[in-house]
């Protein structure tokens, strides 16, 4: 073990309250104010000796050369021998990357003009196809922020299953709906799949030429066109974005036409933002790096195995399932870059919901059950409607306090109505639910991802653990000469009768 993880490992584990009243400056340590965000990590177990040790590792771990790695376009992913260039589609990068991303970006907002200016005709409705990557970040920024703007109704598809389409063109217009087929490598089953359904539903509501109101999202453009998509209404973006990394792209185009071009400007820059305080703040002061450190103590240290993320704003109910695929499937990993084995739990398990319904369901657990849960509420300071703002009092008061009992628990000499308390939470607090926050929450947590990879020697931007699952279904689908157990096989009988046989 190297000899930052020891000092870690060694140190005293004090009780949160007595962090608290042993330091009267710890919330000036422990809270940081970035780009419209409070981050407080004051109600965890971190402590000025940990961040002292946890900075050590870093050094250890050299994150900040990794850091250095990622903003000039170095090749970090090199499972896959590319780099990782997300963040020149918000303008920080290698300056021919961010040329190219700035390229590509005027070629969506000349699509989305032409759009808006009527050359596919009176369109109302974007029919937004993908998976993974490709719907997830999307989803969670139109379910954000596009109720307010009401320009174009967008509807995310992504689930193989025929219900799912089927329910998101109930309320659609074949003649007024824009397809996009928004897929990196555009050879993903699914997404081909309710693709050609589309068109279909498209050819049978009376749509005359269904590709022509087709668009094709992605960075495989000659796939695209193979596919029958026309050239120009194909927005590439570049094979260095990964696809959980992807919404900053043309991938992010129904929310750039649903919320309109300069809101999406807006979400580029609040992302620069923290990509700016992540490139150049100390790390005891950088955000996404306390974040990281966090999740290290509580996943290495104190054997917790999930994270919840609670988001008290329906407009940000679709965080939880945002970040499941950014943090497990980015450090869901086993091995270190060089192939040795991790020697230490990589990502926890995240999971959440939106407060306050959560509390009225999984609390319970949190408070008095027996696993270590790190909790993160995320919340807004200003609200989203314009009903009583006793709503949303209420909203904040019920998440403040949840923070407040988790840590400070309560004593009974009944062991049922007992609260043990000293459990930890993070507190997130944005100013609003808009554009350029949202960006820089969004940045925020992939740089923490980064971060949490960096420490742990890992690669966050391969996922050939999916591969295996796929190629299953590949030969399952295919023509029946692979053998599979006999539970599957005995499942496969009962599901197709003969027709796989
Ligand atoms: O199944 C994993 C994955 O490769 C994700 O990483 C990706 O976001 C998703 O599939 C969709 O891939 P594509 O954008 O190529 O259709």
């Known amino acids: 073990m190297n000899d930052a993880w020891a000092r870690i490992e060694s140190m005293e584990r004090l009780p949160l309250a007595r962090l608290f009243s042993a330091d009267s400056e710890r919330l000036s340590k422990m809270v940081i104010e970035e780009s419209g965000i409070r981050f407080d990590f004051s109600k965890t177990h971190l402590t000025p000796e940990l961040l002292g040790a946890f900075t050590e590792l870093a050094d250890e771990a050299d994150l900040e050369?990794?850091?250095?790695?990622?903003?000039?376009?170095?090749?970090?992913?090199?499972?896959?021998?590319?780099?990782?260039?997300?963040?020149?589609e918000r303008g920080q990068g290698a300056p021919e990357s961010v040329a190219r991303a700035q390229n590509l970006h005027a070629r969506m907002r000349a699509l989305i003009d032409a759009i808006e200016a009527g050359a596919f005709g009176q369109i109302r409705h974007v029919l937004h196809i993908g998976i993974g990557g490709s719907a997830l970040g999307p989803d969670f920024l139109v379910d954000a922020l596009g109720r307010i703007a009401g320009r174009f109704d967008a509807a995310i598809v992504s689930n193989v299953d025929g219900t799912a389409l089927e329910e998101a063109v109930a309320g659609f217009?074949?003649?007024?709906?824009?397809?996009?087929?928004?897929?990196?490598?555009?050879?993903?089953?699914?997404?081909?799949?309710?693709a050609r359904s589309a068109l279909a539903w498209l050819g049978e509501g009376g749509v005359a030429d269904p590709y022509g109101q087709v668009i094709a999202l992605t960075a495989s453009p000659e796939r695209a066109v193979e596919f029958g998509v026309d050239e120009t209404r194909v927005l590439p973006f570049s094979e260095t974005v990964g696809g959980r990394y992807s919404l900053w792209s043309s991938i992010g185009f129904p929310a750039a036409l649903a919320l309109g071009w300069s809101a999406f400007e807006e979400l580029l820059e609040g992302a620069a933002e923290m990509d700016r305080h992540f490139r150049f703040a100390p790390l005891e002061r950088n955000a996404p790096v306390l974040a990281a450190f966090v999740d290290r103590y509580y996943a290495n240290v104190r054997g917790a195995e999930t994270r919840?993320?609670?988001?008290y704003d329906e407009r940000l109910r679709l965080l939880s399932p945002y970040l499941q695929q950014l943090e497990m499937e980015s450090n869901g990993k086993s091995v270190r870059l060089d192939g040795r084995p991790a020697g230490r739990d990589t990502a926890p398990?995240?999971?959440?919901?939106?407060?306050?319904d959560a509390q009225h369901a999984v609390f319970q657990l949190l408070h008095q059950g027996t696993h270590l849960v790190p909790v993160e509420f995320v919340a807004s300071v200003e609200p989203g409607h314009r009903f009583d703002p006793e709503h949303h009092r209420q909203l904040l008061v019920n998440c403040f306090a949840q923070g407040a009992a988790l840590m400070a628990g309560r004593h009974s000499d009944d062991p049922h109505r007992s609260y043990p308390g000293d459990r930890p939470s993070t507190t997130i607090l944005l100013d609003d639910v808009e554009p350029r926050t949202l960006?820089?929450?969004?940045?925020?947590?992939?740089?923490r991802t980064f971060a949490n990879a960096a420490l742990l020697g890992i690669n966050p931007f391969d996922q050939f653990g999916v591969e295996l699952g796929k190629e299953m279904a590949k030969a399952m689908d295919g023509d029946g000469e692979l053998e599979f157990d006999p539970s599957t096989e005995a499942l496969m009988a009962r599901a197709f009768g003969d027709s796989l046989e």
């Open 308 to 311: 919840a993320v609670f988001a």
């Open 349 to 356: 398990i995240t999971w959440g919901g939106v407060g306050t």
């Open 65 to 88: 050369g990794a850091r250095e790695g990622l903003f000039s376009g170095r090749e970090v992913n090199i499972t896959e021998a590319r780099a990782a260039e997300h963040s020149a």
């Open 439 to 447: 960006g820089a929450l969004i940045a925020f947590y992939e740089h």
């Open 173 to 194: 217009d074949p003649e007024a709906t824009l397809v996009a087929i928004a897929s990196k490598t555009f050879t993903t089953t699914e997404t081909m799949l309710n």
